[in-house]
């Protein structure tokens, strides 16, 4: 059986394609054609035994007659994931939602892209046949997909959304188009100017209406951001958060868990009803501590009262930001405050409030700085079989310098 089949005219994208495939089960079937048949059944009819599990249309195909097929593959063959190669443009993306294509591809992505985007393609494609929502995978690894990413901080001013859009960026080089970032801040959100983003949707939208039942209409309402994420933003209007519930948050993170494979969410100071129905689906807590008397304090009482609550997530990851020795705190007095292990420390540095204060996180635009290195740290230890290496431990103390 072909468990993947490609229509492109273009040998050199075909090269990369089989070489992403080469070491998964199933084969690849390659038509040499910068045209497309008059349905999906006249594709099948060309193939032997099963249908496929990924249809990869393009590069060098119409764009408009991608879209169009795609629409009638999602109708006549939905459990055949369709991923589109095309140079992506914010108009292409929603056609492309609503016409049911799995993924956006680069033409000029790499075969170790091109192998996540297809591994998540054939994952939706199996949850479907086995009647259960897209991208629903029955794997004990959950960095294969589904991994929801809580970034906490019971006190506010040390830097959380700072590293929750980081954190983002960052694992969108790990998945790219394969994370989205929600800002659970509702009536003082942050993510949309530290991303320099202008949405014109917001999670108010997202909770209510026809998005809660349809997953493509709900992709409509994120915004994308030029580093291969989505990011679903704060609503414009802080009276909004009379109109979220806390079932509502946790059906719309239930829903982007099956849609993609990081949820990122930067959550508000303290404990309040939004953020506690995050906490009981999330598969990790970032928590964010600051150097300050307040900040370990706030932080140690949250760990505790969640304890009570059997609220705390099975992945713990313990930040310390503005890490300064100057402060009159070391390392280890924050480690017996809170009771925990410090697992990834980040210097105190002029750049990374600079960085988001105009919108583009320090991880984005690469620039030197002392802070870099625990931000690619804190990204590393999402990514997949990051706990299973015997070489790494899951909780490492870093050095205030």
């Not at 249309?57 to 795609?70: F, I, N």
Request: hydrophobic content about 45%; glycine content about 8%.
């Amino acid at each position: 059986m072909s468990r993947f089949v490609l229509i492109t005219p273009d040998s050199d994208f075909e090269r990369r394609v089989r070489s992403a495939t080469a070491g998964m089960s199933g084969s690849l079937q390659w038509f040499q054609a910068d045209y497309l048949p008059d349905g999906p059944a006249d594709i099948l009819s060309q193939l032997l035994g099963e249908p496929p599990e990924v249809l990869i249309l393009g590069p060098g195909l119409d764009v408009g007659e991608s879209l169009k097929h795609a629409a009638l593959m999602d109708l006549q063959y939905p459990e055949i994931s369709v991923v589109l190669a095309a140079e992506q443009t914010q108009e292409l993306i929603l056609n492309a939602m609503r016409s049911g294509v799995r993924d956006i591809l680069a033409p000029t992505a790499e075969a170790d892209t091109i192998r996540i985007m297809v591994e998540r393609a054939a994952l939706a494609a199996a949850g479907r046949r086995r009647g259960l929502a897209p991208n629903t995978a029955e794997s004990p690894n959950q960095a294969m997909g589904g991994r929801i990413v809580a970034v906490m901080s019971p006190k506010g001013g040390v830097g959380k959304t700072t590293v929750a859009t980081n954190l983002a960026i960052g694992l969108g080089t790990i998945a790219p188009m394969g994370v989205v970032i929600v800002d659970l801040d509702l009536q003082f959100g942050d993510v949309a100017s530290g991303l320099l983003l202008d949405p014109q949707h917001t999670i108010t939208d997202a909770v209510q209406g026809p998005a809660t039942q349809d997953s493509m209409v709900l992709k409509t309402y994120l915004t994308m951001h030029k580093a291969s994420i989505y990011a679903l933003c704060a609503p414009k209007n802080p009276v909004d958060i009379d109109r979220i519930t806390g079932d509502q948050v946790g059906r719309l993170l239930d829903q982007l868990r099956k849609e993609f494979q990081y949820v990122v969410i930067d959550t508000a100071p303290g404990l309040g009803e939004h953020v506690l129905a995050a906490l009981e689906r999330a598969t990790d807590a970032v928590w964010v501590c600051g150097m300050d008397i307040p900040s370990i304090r706030g932080l140690r009482t949250g760990l505790q009262i969640l304890e009570q609550l059997d609220l705390l997530p099975e992945n713990r990851h313990v930040v310390l930001n503005m890490a300064d020795a100057k402060s009159g705190l070391g390392l280890t007095d924050v480690e017996a405050s809170i009771g925990v292990p410090v697992d990834v420390a980040i210097p105190r540095s002029r750049t990374l409030p600079f960085s988001t204060n105009k919108g583009v996180p320090l991880l984005q635009d690469n620039s030197r700085d002392i802070a870099q290195k625990g931000l690619r740290q804190l990204v590393d230890r999402f990514r997949p079989n990051w706990d299973a290496r015997t070489h790494k431990q899951l909780h490492r103390r870093a050095v205030v310098r």
